[in-house]
């Protein structure tokens, strides 16, 4: 292999090589591994995602709430969604000794992703034009991203 070409595939071969490819490891067992974190933290956001966006269009839709009403009552069911899950499967090291602190600051952290959220939803809304339930795809992948990166950061670091 040419020397070039083998120097940019050393670091995929050492990601396969150091991570284990088991259902167990990814799925059940106890892990630090940001990469597995990061892979569970997509089903449990994908889980509260569901959770919010179809509150959104439940609050809208049928009970007649204003789009940003709805988005802010779904987004805080598609939180405790992600609090309860995150704290059960994703992370097992936790960087707060007190639970009812951690939970204050994963609060926090919703709640300014939740002004993210509202903010990509109102410009994506009324000033691109596109619908609601659009513009919170758009919101989704932004909001997600800083969400995982400051509770990775904040909470559930090794210590």
Same mark, same amino acid.
């Given at each position: 292999?040419?020397?070039?070409?083998?120097?940019?595939?050393?670091?995929?071969?050492?990601?396969?090589?150091?991570?284990?490819?088991?259902?167990?490891?990814? #799925?059940? !067992?106890?892990?630090?591994?940001?990469?597995?974190?990061? @892979?569970? =933290? $997509?089903?449990? &956001?994908? %889980? /509260? +995602?569901?959770?919010? #966006?179809? !509150?959104?269009?439940?609050?809208?839709?049928?009970?007649? @709430?204003? =789009? $940003?009403?709805? &988005?802010? %009552? /779904? +987004?805080?069911?598609?939180?405790?969604?992600?609090?309860?899950?995150?704290?059960?499967?994703? @992370?097992?090291e936790r960087t707060m000794k007190?639970?009812?602190?951690?939970?204050?600051?994963?609060?926090?952290?919703?709640?300014?992703g939740l002004g993210l959220n509202?903010?990509?939803?109102?410009?994506?809304?009324?000033?691109?034009?596109?619908?609601?339930?659009?513009?919170?795809?758009i919101s989704t992948g932004l909001?997600?991203?800083?969400?995982?990166?400051?509770?990775?950061?904040?909470?559930?670091?090794?210590?």
């Open positions: 292999m040419p020397k070039q070409l083998n120097s940019s595939v050393a670091p995929i071969q050492s990601f396969f090589k150091h991570h284990q490819w088991t259902f167990k490891y990814w #799925f059940l !067992s106890s892990t630090q591994d940001s990469f597995v974190q990061f @892979f569970r =933290y $997509l089903f449990v &956001a994908g %889980l /509260a +995602f569901v959770v919010d #966006f179809s !509150s959104l269009f439940a609050f809208t839709h049928w009970a007649g @709430f204003h =789009y $940003l009403l709805s &988005a802010a %009552l /779904a +987004f805080i069911l598609g939180l405790i969604t992600n609090y309860s899950l995150s704290i059960i499967w994703v @992370f097992t007190s639970a009812k602190l951690e939970f204050l600051i994963f609060t926090g952290i919703g709640i300014a509202e903010l990509v939803i109102w410009l994506c809304t009324e000033f691109i034009g596109t619908h609601y339930l659009v513009s919170k795809i909001v997600f991203s800083f969400n995982f990166i400051l509770r990775k950061i904040l909470l559930f670091k090794a210590k």
